[in-house]
């Protein structure tokens, strides 16, 4: 990989459609940030909500519109047009803290031979309050197959990767994120740093709440072609799951069990969607 620059520039790309409840939130963790070199681009496929207006209150942000439907076909033509040495997925309802972006150039910096670093998992609400905090682990190409041991928001990739692993793959519109780290993973060392850079947003109306066993077919086909049976992702999802909601009883928490169950079987009850549906 080639050596990058002493302050190599960063470019944070942002898929977007009728994401006005949260995208400013985004945009101002970016514009926060202290790192001097850093660009912003969003691509919108047609909001009709107010997304387009508060994008235009921010001239510094990079807007491609219209840009295609799909998450998938949306990053590919941001990875196209970005300029930066390094480069990061960051979707429009999730954040960077101060000096994320600083933090993660000079790790990548500091290990020359790594192609991307990520950290720990933190999780907030729609209203940004924290609610589960989670120490990740330094992951292997079989550890990737098994667990997303990656918080896609706290990944920071070398553009030299990026030719390699080829582009965000089309056939998985509701895990093209996994795939697409698993396959960093594969052919580059990656590198866990033990800090908290970035928060992914957790809300009922998501996509992977809402179409819950579409999400576990296309795991199931992901890591079959990558080599590894279904079970060892089953037991590693399913298997925390579990644990927790154990933890809800012994702790009284009925309330959101019942909540977190209602999602489940809604989930499972629902048919097979089209992947216009799956857009976000």
């Known amino acids: 990989m080639n050596p990058l620059a002493e ?10 459609f009728n994401t006005g409840a949260f995208i400013e ?5 970016v514009e926060q940030q202290d790192y001097p070199r850093i660009e912003h681009i969003v691509l919108d496929s047609g909001s009709t909500d107010d997304t387009l207006e508060i994008l235009a209150r921010h001239p510094a942000v990079r807007l491609v519109t219209p840009a295609p439907q799909g998450v998938s076909d949306k990053m590919n033509l941001g990875f196209s047009q970005a300029r930066g040495d390094i480069v990061c997925w ?11 972006v600083r933090k993660a150039v000079d790790a990548l910096k500091r290990h020359p031979d790594v192609a991307m670093v990520y950290c720990n998992l933190l999780q907030v609400d729609e209203h940004g309050r924290e609610i589960h905090r989670q120490r990740n682990q330094q992951a ?4 990737m197959l098994q667990h997303n041991h990656v918080p896609l928001e706290s990944a920071f990739v070398r553009r030299d990767a990026l030719a390699r692993v080829g582009p965000v793959n089309t056939r998985y519109p509701l895990v093209q994120d996994w795939d697409w780290l698993i396959r960093i993973s594969k052919h580059y060392p990656i590198l866990w740093i033990d800090d908290w850079w970035s928060a992914n947003r957790v809300r009922p109306t998501q996509r992977s709440q809402l179409y819950m066993s579409e999400v576990w ?16 992702v089953f037991w590693a999802y399913w298997g925390a799951k579990l644990v927790r909601a154990l933890e ?17 079987i809604k989930s499972f009850g629902r ?10």
């Open 217 to 232: 077919r296309q795991v199931r086909h992901l890591t079959r072609e990558h080599g590894a049976p279904f079970l060892p």
């Open 7 to 16: 302050t190599p520039l960063v470019s944070i790309v942002t898929p977007s």
């Open 248 to 264: 809800m009883v012994r702790t009284g928490q009925f309330t959101r069990l019942r909540s977190k169950l209602r999602i489940h």
């Open 25 to 29: 939130a985004t945009i101002h963790s």
């Open 140 to 143: 292997s190409f079989r550890e």
């Open 90 to 100: 960051l979707n429009a309802d999730d954040l960077h803290f101060p000096g994320a």
């Open 271 to 280: 048919r097979r969607e089209t992947r216009k549906r799956f857009e976000y």
